[in-house]
């Protein structure tokens, strides 16, 4: 289960923001705007998922991170931009997304500036930029 915690540092406590999304969320800022965007590290795959099924295991998942080298694991994720819309209570109004991961392939950190998103990710060597129209 994908989820977003009230409560930094404190998985597993305090109330859940936002749950079942279709990614792995990274990092949350506020919009401008009133409520959040959420950005997605990777996006989840149906019907199979290897990090949703190892959810149950943490030990097990901890431990393939550090004994599997990293291209493998990268290999594993698709490339998948995705930046998720929230409201005030964690539920999902919109999203702008990349599907074949072309510009952006993963988006781990977001921030907003006068009409501008910015948008960095771990596999790019750039930030990219993206102007904001009014429904955003």
């Not at 109330?15 to 990614?23: E, I, K, Q, R, T």
């Not at 080298?69 to 919109?94: C, H, K, T, W």
């Amino acid at each position: 289960k994908a989820v977003v915690s009230t409560q930094s540092g404190h998985y597993g406590r305090g109330d859940y923001f936002a749950v079942n999304l279709p990614g792995y969320p990274d990092n949350i800022r506020r919009r401008e705007s009133g409520g959040y965007w959420l950005g997605m590290a990777a996006i989840r795959r149906h019907p199979f998922s290897l990090v949703d099924s190892l959810a149950p295991y943490p030990q097990v998942r901890a431990t393939l991170t550090k004994i599997l080298p990293y291209f493998l694991l990268r290999s594993l994720a698709s490339q998948y931009g995705m930046v998720v819309v929230l409201d005030e209570f964690g539920n999902i109004m919109d999203s702008l997304q990349d599907p074949g991961g072309l510009v952006i392939p993963s988006s781990s950190e977001i921030a907003e500036h006068d009409g501008v998103l910015y948008i960095g990710s771990y596999y790019s060597s750039f930030i990219g930029k993206l102007r904001l129209k009014d429904e955003f």
